[in-house]
């Protein structure tokens, strides 16, 4: 019998999903707040994000699936023990945070954060030309769930897609062309907008330095709701001050949280708000997480665990490719 350790919020339709799938394995809820090491100690499986440093403790650990996306934490030297599976929940986020990416796309467009400002100061006023999500180019830099979802979302609005990948791969039909990663310098300066979604990696940070910031045009837009420090903050205070850029909306800062006086919060142009694009807002955000769990949970059990869903590779942080 597998102890199976649940630390999402499930209710007890979404336990009863689970124990019908895993229908030999002891199962204990406990708050992921509220996980102690001794949860974690007695645990073989765990369905859901624990403090990574509570994993010390997890000696009969074999599968952990993460609530997230991301799975940095937990994939640097010594958070879990060699052989321990990790999966994480690609796939349950594209549809919460591909619309949020669409509403900010709007948003900055249109100005319409500029209008909510001068609603609160009881000022009339006209903020000037917008543009428009027909006829422009959005670049869209990593292409899992999230970004796909969201270049799908633009393509239909009537923009030109671009899609930027870590490696080769097929071109879906929502993309107009696609490219790796190191064709990024060319691609910027064609963007009118720049969708971020990547995990926390060497590779990422600071991708968007000072120097890539101003390739793009001085009216595009830049959203991120992958990792903060995929953009670098100083140099995006830089920029915005002295007027490059039509915006940025950013789900996701460096520092985060962000400290009440960080200059970034009076930059002009910028809307911030506090990581809240994913989560669970959006109700069918945490039925897709119950189900990945629940489906890699059968796999699990009946020892099929090549087809288990989003297998992360230790080396990349990334889902492996099948």
Not at 285 to 308: K, P, Q, S, V
Request: glycine content about 8%; hydrophobic content about 35%.
């Amino acid at each position: 019998m597998k102890h199976v350790l649940v630390t999402v919020p499930a209710e007890e339709r979404h336990m009863e999903y689970l124990k019908e799938k895993g229908r030999d394995c002891a199962f204990f809820q406990v708050p992921a707040a509220k996980v102690t090491a001794e949860d974690v100690k007695g645990a073989e499986i765990i369905l859901g994000n624990v403090p990574a440093p509570l994993l010390a403790e997890a000696g009969k650990l074999e599968w952990l699936q993460l609530n997230s996306a991301g799975a940095d934490q937990y994939c640097r030297p010594g958070v879990l023990r060699p052989g321990v599976l990790l999966t994480n929940a690609t796939g349950a986020y594209g549809l919460a945070i591909s619309e949020y990416m669409v509403a900010q796309s709007f948003n900055l467009q249109n100005r319409l954060y500029q209008y909510v400002r001068n609603q609160m100061e009881h000022r009339w006023q006209d903020q000037g030309k917008v543009t428009s999500i027909y006829g422009s180019t959005t670049l869209v830099v990593g292409l899992g769930d999230i970004g796909g979802e969201y270049a799908r979302r633009m393509k239909a609005l009537g923009s030109y897609t671009i899609g930027l990948r870590r490696t080769p791969g097929e071109k879906p039909d929502y993309l107009d062309e696609l490219y790796t990663t190191e064709r990024l310098d060319e691609l910027l300066p064609r963007a009118d907008f720049v969708a971020l979604s990547l995990p926390n990696t060497p590779q990422t940070h600071h991708i968007m330095d000072e120097r890539r910031l101003r390739l793009m045009k001085p009216t595009a837009f830049l959203i991120n709701v992958g990792r903060g420090n995929a953009i670098d903050t100083d140099a995006l205070c830089r920029v915005l001050q002295e007027g490059h850029l039509g915006g940025c909306a950013a789900d996701v800062t460096d520092p985060e949280p962000l400290p009440a006086d960080h200059p970034l919060w009076d930059m002009p142009r910028m809307v911030i708000t506090p990581h809240i694009s994913g989560q669970y807002h959006l109700q069918e955000t945490f039925e897709r997480i119950i189900r990945i769990a629940g489906e890699n949970l059968e796999l699990y059990l009946a020892g099929d665990t090549e087809h288990m869903r989003n297998l992360v590779d230790f080396q990349t942080g990334y889902r492996r490719s099948r």
